[in-house]
């Protein structure tokens, strides 16, 4: 850790002025400075200070809801956090790391004229650090005059601070008297610096000549301070030389071999280890963190008018003219609207600078981000952590209980067992390293999944190694043991201040990733049937939040629909990853009869875990005794495990229970509110037994219970209680994101959608203007992949809600919001033009949609129960035949598979007792074929599919039939050679995870030839003139031409299905644009949903996007229209000047005489006598027309 022996502070007040912040952040830069003490920021709207953004430092400001009057900046290189417990609007404190782990305190205070000096805070602040005993530096704007720190004279406030000073430990560090203040009619020294005295910490203290552009000057000081520095010096691995990499993998020729203890076990993974480690350090550079010295916005011209300014300054300063001083002021201005226009069109050019959607998605985020992490948080008694240590302690204690001091870690492994050979092979252990993301966070040890993945050769034999031996002695290596922790928000919450705000993230080795991976594809695999509850829809192939939400709500709509009540009880179990115990989890493994080699290694790894907790710059270590890691992969089997012997004791019983993880739900149903309610207790009590037994707690506090009801009265009934605590009725709660009313209206869950998909779009919002910033298609992006995800999530429960107008309205001005954002149109422009000409349906149809499509999905898992009332109604109910299955996996690979480009002649080079069979399948506009050619056979086979089949079936389906001629070929054939034009069918027929009835089958029939045969799979390139290939093309067309179906038991593909109900929707929203009245000239121009139109005007930029969506709609500044929006009194047209002919859209496309040679020349027409026959011009034609015609511009002046 490098350390600074001292640190250059600046201290200011910026007078609210936003120039004077763009001065501070240039000298900043420029002068290298480590912290700023800042008075009176910008503050723009929302009490946001503003203005004081930078790349290179953190701008700390206090959480609270006055406007803000005090800020510090500091540099990021430095350890350093705020402290909350001590800031105010009018006092930030800002604690910063030392070498010798002591914290040095940094305020910047302001004393407001119309208050006491000092201030209340100001002085807690002093007793506080001299109970602390820490050093501290306090930049204050006292405005207050006494000689001491350099003023004229002395004033009543002057005499109370200087009083309250001495009786203090502070010091003031002013030296001289050069004014801090300078006016045109007055100068004086209101600014201090104050430090305590037993530091001596303050040198250098001196007015810098610097103009600050504010009416207060710079002061500048140093502090004595050996501050830690953050290194910063990084790697970034996507830099990585892959090749070099494994070349000096391979040049240590490290060799695997069967471990016989746990000491060699733990020696193996360490050179393992350190060789992937070392080769990372040699193929990947390091790279300093280059600080730019200047913001983006900053130019020549910039730089050009600052230096006038400041020279002006310093003449005014000496002159003290008042002529001076308004020539200054004149040339300040001119700069400020400078800098202004500056920045504006820098951040104009970066935004319309995108060009990817994942770069707008990560400034999304980026934009959206809510203010960092603090430093000290609030205990459970509401008081404050005194430092980053204490904070830790506590996340720690509340996050991880009983937990303890690390201690050495010693060799210790149980007597070796017999491992079954199936659990670890070659095909699984490539599967679960490819399955991460190449570039992850590492654990401990440095790993990340990139650096197997590009050591495939070497990784696997090795680690199939280590992991045999892992489970063979009981052992996890010391290395795998150790999780670095970090702690991040919870989502949703904006300013986290309590430890159970935060989220505990358990970053542990890859290589125990990859092992716990094969782990729980073995244990789900090998579970008895029906050991798991249906109840439980997380972490479940084929189930999921939606699932949940389907039965749940599936259930509440029935007890409604048969006038029943229904008692719901939406349970909060503290902390359930984190506090289960470790007897429970193993109990639970133990029934489902998991391996017992597999039990003892769990066994080891819960009882073996250590932590290593991070908050800003204070670490800790300690021995977890309970809980599985979240973020470890087999944490979420396990804790399904737990909770499934509480959901299988309640199965069958009148309870409906729903689970999600730990979120468990608990529905009774009855026309008794009482005898449900005593069913209710019963439950609850049962809940209470079971999470007692398992460690955790029930709190009834957090507990919600609801009735669901339609009806009015409800007679008297006493509430359900959890170990004699009665519970409160609440009138909604939210389960899964999704807000659930008492009788189930969805109002309140419409109103959180709006709420959270309006915040979406605001912090898109901030990159556009009306003509400027992101391109339409980029925004339309935004809307579509990010906005409106949000707007409708869980629409497969509430869809029904939306029928109702005052619940879609909402919805509906979020969407022409978004609408207005990407074509930047005027505000008069109609939603249901700009709707359909940007492909975005009406709202309510769209929920209905995605609703549909969401049950189909559902019906065709097995989850979904159509009813003709609620929710489940939606959609036809004629899912059933659908080609898509719960995925599973195949581990059996007796085959081979070459995919490159010119692999295919490998499989010509052997032709004794070798089949060559060719397959391939055809989509044409009167149906769907696939054919099969063998040479040695001389078969052409052809085949005719169902019409809804799609091309990657009929490929698949042909690898089928290519396999069972092989199958029933002669046996002196021993080799098979199948060529396949489609890289997609290959790699899915291959595949070890299989989610198609269609592949399931072909994956059957290529296993069958491959246990008697040598079969090789050819990747083979379509339309490349390969004879072979081409034959078997012209098979596949014939098959297409055959009269009747052979083939009849494929299933649709899901799209196949979408399409359908994308199609019905079209069909409304035609019939909806028909019968609606107005929208005369979009009518005539738009007809209906034409995805090319739509795709040709997000292409255009936003200038011209909101040109032609003038055009199209005639809402745009022709006189007509300008006219209604008041922007003129007259409607004459402006080319012409004829007198009464109005200037319409209509008139200027069509007849305007003025404009016959520029339609002629663009349109093809010098007239035309409707606005019908201009609709067929092309877009960019009219565009051009418009454009030269300039019939778009607000200019008026021809009238006159």
Request: charged content about 25%.
């Amino acid at each position: 850790m490098v350390q600074n022996q001292e640190l250059r502070v600046l201290q200011v007040n910026l007078h609210k002025s936003k120039i004077a912040s763009a001065e501070l952040l240039l000298n900043l830069e420029k002068g290298g400075y480590d912290v700023a003490l800042v008075q009176e920021p910008w503050i723009a709207s929302g009490n946001v200070v503003a203005g004081l953004k930078s790349q290179n430092y953190t701008t700390y400001t206090p959480s609270v809801i006055n406007k803000v009057r005090s800020a510090i900046l500091v540099k990021k290189s430095l350890f350093s956090h705020i402290d909350f417990s001590l800031s105010t609007d009018d006092l930030t404190v800002v604690a910063v790391k030392g070498a010798k782990d002591e914290s040095l305190l940094l305020a910047s205070c302001y004393m407001p004229h119309d208050c006491e000096a000092p201030t209340a805070e100001l002085q807690r602040l002093a007793a506080t650090s001299s109970r602390r005993k820490q050093a501290l530096v306090v930049g204050a704007d006292a405005n207050a005059h006494h000689t001491v720190w350099g003023s004229p004279d002395i004033n009543q406030r002057g005499e109370s601070l200087l009083n309250y000073i001495l009786q203090s430990s502070l010091v003031v560090a002013n030296r001289g008297e050069e004014p801090t203040y300078i006016g045109p009619t007055s100068r004086n020294v209101l600014d201090i610096t104050l430090y305590t005295s037993r530091d001596a910490l303050v040198e250098n203290w001196r007015v810098l000549s610097t103009p600050s552009f504010s009416d207060h000057r710079y002061i500048y000081f140093s502090i004595r301070s050996e501050a830690k520095i953050r290194n910063e010096v990084r790697r970034n691995p996507r830099n990585t030389n892959w090749d070099l990499y494994r070349q000096i993998l391979l040049g240590k020729r490290l060799r695997p071999c069967v471990y016989n203890s746990h000491e060699e076990l733990e020696k193996g993974v360490t050179v393992f280890t350190n060789a992937l480690n070392t080769a990372l350090h040699y193929a990947c550079p390091t790279l300093r963190l280059k600080h730019k010295t200047k913001p983006p916005w900053w130019n020549k011209e910039l730089g050009s008018c600052r230096r006038k300014v400041r020279e002006c300054f310093n003449w005014a300063k000496l002159a003290e003219s008042e002529d001076c001083w308004n020539e200054y002021k004149d040339l300040l201005r001119d700069y400020k609207k400078l800098v202004r226009r500056t920045k504006r069109e820098s951040w104009k050019n970066f935004c319309s600078g995108f060009e990817k959607t994942h770069e707008v998605a990560r400034l999304r985020k980026l934009l959206s981000k809510s203010p960092a992490s603090p430093g000290l948080i609030r205990k459970s008694s509401g008081e404050w952590t005194d430092n980053c240590q204490d904070s830790l302690e506590d996340l720690v204690s509340v996050h991880f209980p009983g937990c303890k001091d690390a201690v050495s870690p010693s060799y210790e492994g149980s007597s070796a067992v017999n491992v079954p050979e199936h659990i670890f092979t070659e095909n699984k252990i490539e599967w679960a390293i490819r399955s991460f993301d190449p570039y992850k966070s590492p654990g401990t040890d440095g790993i990340i999944p990139a650096m197997l993945q590009n050591a495939l050769c070497l990784s696997v034999p090795w680690l199939k190694a280590i992991f045999r031996g892992c489970l063979k002695f009981s052992y996890v290596p010391h290395s795998w043991r150790e999780a670095r922790v970090v702690f991040i928000p919870k989502a949703g919450r904006n300013n986290p201040t309590y430890s159970k705000e935060f989220r505990p993230i358990s970053l542990t080795s890859f290589l125990l990733k990859t092992l716990e991976k094969i782990l729980d594809a073995h244990i789900r695999a090998a579970a008895p049937p029906r050991s798991l509850s249906k109840a439980q829809h997380a972490y479940t192939k084929g189930r999921s939040v939606e699932t949940a939400l389907h039965t749940l709500v599936f259930n509440i709509e029935r007890a409604l629909e048969y006038k029943e009540y229904a008692l719901g009880a939406f349970l909060d179990i503290s902390g359930a990853f984190n506090n289960v115990s470790t007897e429970s989890i193993l109990n639970s493994i133990q029934s489902i009869g998991v391996d017992p080699a597999i039990q003892r290694w769990i066994r080891s790894l819960l009882t073996s875990r250590r932590i290593r907790a991070e908050w800003n710059d204070a670490k800790m270590t300690k021995e977890v005794c309970r809980g599985t890691p979240q973020g470890g992969v087999l944490s979420p089997l396990l804790w399904t495990l737990v909770v499934n012997k509480l959901l299988r004791n309640l199965e069958g019983k009148a309870p409906k229970i729903v689970a999600y993880a730990d979120d468990i739900a608990i529905l009774i149903t009855g026309r008794c509110l009482q005898t449900i309610s005593s069913i209710m207790t019963t439950t609850l009590n049962t809940v209470q037994n079971w999470a007692s037994q398992a460690g955790l707690g029930l709190n009834p506090e957090k507990t919600d219970l609801l009735v669901f009801t339609r009806k009015h009265k409800i007679p008297l009934w006493r509430f359900p209680s959890i170990n004699g605590t009665q519970l409160s009725l609440k009138d909604r709660t939210k389960y899964l994101g999704v807000v659930l009313d008492s009788k189930l209206l969805w109002k309140h869950n419409v109103e959180e959608r709006v709420r959270k998909a309006s915040n979406a779009l605001y912090a898109c919002r901030q990159m556009l203007g009306t003509t400027w910033g992101l391109s339409p298609s980029l925004m339309h992006w935004c809307y579509t992949a990010i906005v409106r995800p949000i707007l409708l999530y869980g629409a497969v429960v509430w869809w029904t809600g939306v029928r109702k107008s005052t619940y879609r309205k909402p919805m509906e001005r979020v969407q022409r919001l978004a609408a207005l954002c990407i074509t930047g149109a005027l505000r008069t422009t109609p939603t249901a033009a700009l709707e359909l000409v940007l492909n975005l349906p009406p709202i309510d149809l769209f929920a209905e949609n995605c609703a549909a499509k969401s049950a189909g999905r559902l019906l065709a898992a097995g989850e979904f129960t159509y009813r003709t009332f609620g929710h489940s109604s939606v959609g036809n109910g004629g899912w059933a035949n659908t080609d898509y299955m719960i995925p599973l996996f195949n581990w059996e690979r007796r085959f081979k598979v070459n995919i490159e480009k010119d692999g295919w002649r490998k499989g010509m080079l052997a032709t004794r007792n070798t089949l060559n069979i060719y397959t391939d399948g055809s989509k044409m506009d009167d149906g769907v074929g696939a054919g099969i050619y063998c040479p040695e056979l001389g078969i052409r086979q052809p085949f005719k599919l169902p019409d809804h089949c799609s091309i990657f079936q009929a490929e698949v389906f042909a690898i089928a039939k290519a396999a069972e001629l092989a199958s029933n070929a002669p046996a002196g054939n021993s080799r098979v050679n199948i060529y396949v034009d489609s890289q997609a069918a290959i790699k899915a027929v291959t595949s070890y995870r299989i989610s198609a009835r269609s592949v399931l089958g072909s994956r059957a029939a290529v296993e069958s030839v491959a246990r008697s045969k040598q079969l090789h799979f050819y990747w083979v390139p379509g339309h490349k003139g390969i004879e072979g290939n081409e034959i078997v093309d012209e098979i596949a067309k014939n098959g297409v031409r055959l009269t009747s179906e052979n083939v009849i038991n494929i299933g649709k593909p899901m799209h196949c299905l979408y399409d359908d109900l994308d199609r019905s929707m079209v069909k409304k929203i035609k019939t909806r644009w028909n019968e609606l009245p107005g929208c005369k000239t979009a009518k005539v121009m738009c007809k209906t949903v034409d995805r090319k139109y739509t795709k040709f005007l997000l292409a255009l930029d936003r200038r011209d996007c909101r040109n032609m969506m003038g055009i199209l709609t005639g809402h745009c500044l022709v006189a007509t229209h300008a006219r209604r929006m008041g922007l003129t009194d007259r409607e004459d047209c402006r080319k012409c000047l004829e007198q009464g002919t109005r200037e319409t859209m209509e008139h200027l496309l069509c007849t305007c005489p003025a404009l016959a040679r520029l339609r002629c020349k663009h349109l093809g027409s010098p007239r035309y006598d409707t606005l019908e026959e201009v609709s067929i011009v092309r877009p960019q034609s009219l565009l051009k027309f418009a454009s030269s015609a300039g019939i778009l511009k607000d200019d008026y002046s021809s009238w006159t």
